[in-house]
């Protein structure tokens, strides 16, 4: 159990609708990445909050957007979705200071029918 | 653009012998080179990690080698288990925010 949780573990969707994945940082880690992961392919960073500010940004499309809230949790908002957004979603939570290596949740199955 | 790269996206040894998995970088910037291990419907779980000022960092099994000019680094699992089955993913950190740059994944299997 590497302390980060995500939720739902699964989620189905048809094309054109909204989504949120929720992800729960483990504890004191203040920074949250979030990272797609398609088809057996790598994972691709989309954002990294810290403490509930924006702190970088990778390959994340305009229809998709993120917060990260007070209590630290951050929640992955993907909206208009298509039929290639299908993908494992990952949440990986980190201090920033000091540990480097990110510990990362059970991931979010995205399947859009 | 691909800063890291896994270019074997299979491998498959013997129970007991060495598996050597490989990750190739462009960006010099990089700074610090991780391992993960993911098995499927699980996340990525850290294994292993080394600095950029160093060559070599060995935790039993697993011994992660470091060449700078090559801009190279290597995953030695001796002796490989059976258990050792699972995807592994190299990745780099050297962006803003500490942001992991992962490479495409290598396919361990290793046969009874």
């Known amino acids: 159990d590497s302390g980060v949780t995500q939720t739902p573990k699964h989620l189905i969707t048809a094309t054109g609708q909204r989504v949120t994945l929720r992800c729960s940082p483990r504890s004191g880690d203040l920074s949250v990445y979030w990272y797609q992961q398609s088809l057996d392919q790598g994972l691709q960073f989309l954002i990294q909050y810290y403490n509930g ?17 007070p209590d630290l949790h951050s929640e992955l908002n ?8 299908s993908a494992l979603y ?3 939570s980190t201090s920033v200071q000091g540990n480097t290596e990110a510990f990362f949740g059970q991931g979010t199955r995205l399947t859009v029918v | ?9 299979s491998l ?25 291990k993911k098995y499927p419907a699980e996340g990525p779980t850290f294994l292993i990690s080394i600095s950029s000022i160093k060559d070599k960092n060995e935790d ?20 490989s288990q059976p258990g050792d089955s699972a995807v592994y993913f190299c990745a780099a950190r050297g962006n803003a ?8 994944g290598t396919r361990l299997m290793v046969k009874p």
């Open chain 2, 1 to 9: 653009d691909q800063q890291v790269k896994q270019n074997s996206p």
């Open chain 1, 78 to 85: 993907l909206s208009s979705l298509e039929l290639g957004d």
């Open chain 1, 53 to 69: 500010e924006e702190r970088a940004k990778g390959n994340i499309l305009e229809r998709f957007s993120a917060q990260q809230f």
């Open chain 2, 97 to 104: 925010g500490n942001m992991l740059t992962f490479g495409g």
């Open chain 1, 90 to 92: 990952f949440c990986a």
């Open chain 2, 12 to 36: 498959s040894v013997q129970e007991g012998r060495i598996s050597i998995l490989n990750c190739d970088y462009t960006n010099s910037m990089f700074d610090y080179f991780l391992w993960y």
């Open chain 2, 60 to 79: 039993g099994r697993f011994t992660v080698f470091l060449n700078k000019s090559a801009k190279h680094l290597s995953l030695h699992i001796v002796p």
